[in-house]
């Protein structure tokens, strides 16, 4: 063992034996028929993040290099594994399970060393099998990430100085930064995306590198970006990754919204602009989480006020204004969320946030039962993250507001549980569906049977709760006014009236 571990990464390296059995009978067979194997990436670098603490690693998946080719992978792992997958193979992967009474079932994948070669201006490499697994690891996109445990001996392997960088928290690329990122772009948006994850510090070299490099992101799919935005909000840290892409101009090419903010001063919050209230209202979000990382809470925070720089108004006295930005960022938010491949339901979720952002604002003026019917109705299954969006957007620097609209918030949630109680609010319907009004008005299917439904939701959420016959007695008399009762005649301005004689 290196000497530079500390004590819980050499007891936890010490125990790999136990914690990861797979590791150790792989080993000895691939030993067995004359190669080479490493666990190698993330495996070991969550390994030795963990310490001592077995319980963190009972899940990990484990990924293996090794000197075998694949179809020697393949032959060595079948009478092992319970299920074996080759749909990697080109790429020289072979992936596999073993199911075993007592022990997690974990995915394995074995890749055969590599030394790639890129063709410039092209982000698809020529695969290239190696046979040293310093080379192999020098194809990494940083040092953290390229370390290495030789197995069945367990023999720590840190060419690059991985390990001392992840005590530091420090990232830097295991060669020159710009030919690794002029090898695969997308490791400009990993670094950033590491720099949220582990909570560390971005290389001068490597800032510099991504910084003159950024434009070649326009390279890279929508898709791969997505997948390591998405792991950089749900980051111990994404405050650190996201100064990171402002910083190096890669957020210009994966959500160009944010430099934007950075200009656009809010009087509501003079001690500090747009940008950095956003980042204020993504760690209060984070503080406000019960079960994990919450993407869309965290994302919708981070775009809530996109819509400001569009809507900025400054006016003769010099105040400035930023009327419907909940509305502007809402469609801008959507925008983005489509062009980076997002699944519909998360883009919607998301922007509904950003749209309903303000909504709570109206409560100072006191809100009805009716409203706040509307409020639960509106939001939906995001209730409780538009009211933790709206916890997180306090900012203010005055203690007394802050906690004033904190009391605010709790009392609108206190009225939501009482009217639940009192109503079943999430069950927000008129007591008699359409084919009640389709039976009782005589109407065929068509617009007017929603049109009497939407008058009955409305009067619903207006009144409360209501039974059969008033709903029935309502909807006479809505369509006893409406233009297409059969009694309604037309007026010499247009109008609608009813014929008095019935």
């Not at 960088?165 to 710009?178: E, K, N, S, V």
């Not at 009955?456 to 009144?463: I, K, Q």
Request: net charge negative; proline share 6%.
């Amino acid at each position: 063992m290196p000497d530079d571990l500390t004590p819980d990464q050499a007891a936890s390296l010490g125990r790999l034996v136990d914690v990861y059995p797979e590791a150790r009978e792989l080993g000895e067979r691939f030993a067995a028929a004359g190669h080479e194997l490493h666990l190698v990436g993330g495996t070991v670098r969550d390994t030795l993040l963990a310490g001592g603490d077995a319980d963190a690693l009972a899940t990990v998946d484990l990924d293996f290099a090794t000197s075998a080719p694949p179809q020697d992978t393949e032959r060595i792992v079948r009478p092992w594994a319970t299920a074996v997958w080759l749909t990697g193979v080109e790429f020289g992967t072979v992936s596999c399970q073993r199911e075993q009474a007592g022990r997690p079932t974990r995915t394995v994948e074995i890749t055969t060393y590599r030394s790639d070669a890129y063709t410039p201006g092209s982000r698809h490499p020529e695969v290239r099998f190696g046979a040293r697994i310093e080379d192999d690891l020098a194809r990494r996109d940083l040092t953290v990430n390229a370390m290495a445990v030789r197995v069945p001996d367990f023999r720590f392997v840190d060419p690059y100085g991985g390990l001392g960088d992840l005590q530091r928290r420090r990232l830097r690329t295991p060669i020159d930064p710009a030919t690794s990122f002029g090898d695969d772009p997308l490791r400009m948006v990993r670094l950033a995306r590491f720099a949220a994850v582990l909570d560390a510090q971005a290389a001068p070299e490597a800032v510099e590198a991504a910084s003159a490099m950024a434009g070649q992101l326009r390279t890279i799919s929508a898709e791969r970006v997505r997948e390591e935005l998405v792991k950089l909000i749900t980051g111990a840290t994404p405050r650190a990754g996201i100064e990171l892409l402002v910083r190096t101009g890669l957020a210009r090419h994966v959500l160009p919204e944010l430099e934007l903010l950075e200009a656009c001063q809010d009087p509501m919050h003079r001690h500090k602009d747009v940008y950095a209230h956003t980042l204020a209202v993504v760690e209060n979000a984070m503080a406000l989480e019960t079960d994990g990382p919450d993407f869309v809470l965290r994302f919708a925070a981070l775009l809530h006020d996109i819509g400001k720089p569009d809507t900025k108004e400054v006016h003769r006295d010099g105040t400035v204004t930023f009327h419907h930005h909940d509305v502007v960022g809402a469609r801008m938010t959507r925008q983005r969320m489509r062009e980076l491949r997002f699944d519909k339901d998360t883009t919607r979720a998301v922007s509904e946030l950003v749209r309903m952002h303000l909504r709570f604002h109206t409560y100072k003026m006191g809100w009805t039962d009716a409203a706040v019917r509307r409020y639960v109705r509106d939001a939906g299954e995001l209730l409780e993250r538009l009211n933790a969006l709206t916890r997180a957007d306090v900012t203010t620097g005055n203690p007394k507001k802050a906690a004033r609209i904190q009391r605010r918030v709790d009392d609108l949630e206190v009225r939501i549980v009482e009217l639940r109680e009192q109503e079943e609010l999430d069950a927000l319907r008129p007591p008699i569906d359409g084919n009640q009004i389709m039976q009782h008005l005589q109407l065929r299917p068509g617009p007017l049977v929603g049109e009497a439904w939407s008058f009955l939701l409305e009067e619903r959420l207006e009144r409360g709760p209501m039974d059969e016959s008033a709903a029935y007695a309502l909807l006479e008399t809505w369509w006893a006014q409406h233009p297409e009762h059969p009694d309604a005649t037309s007026t010499s301005d247009g109008a609608a009236a009813v014929d008095g004689s019935r």
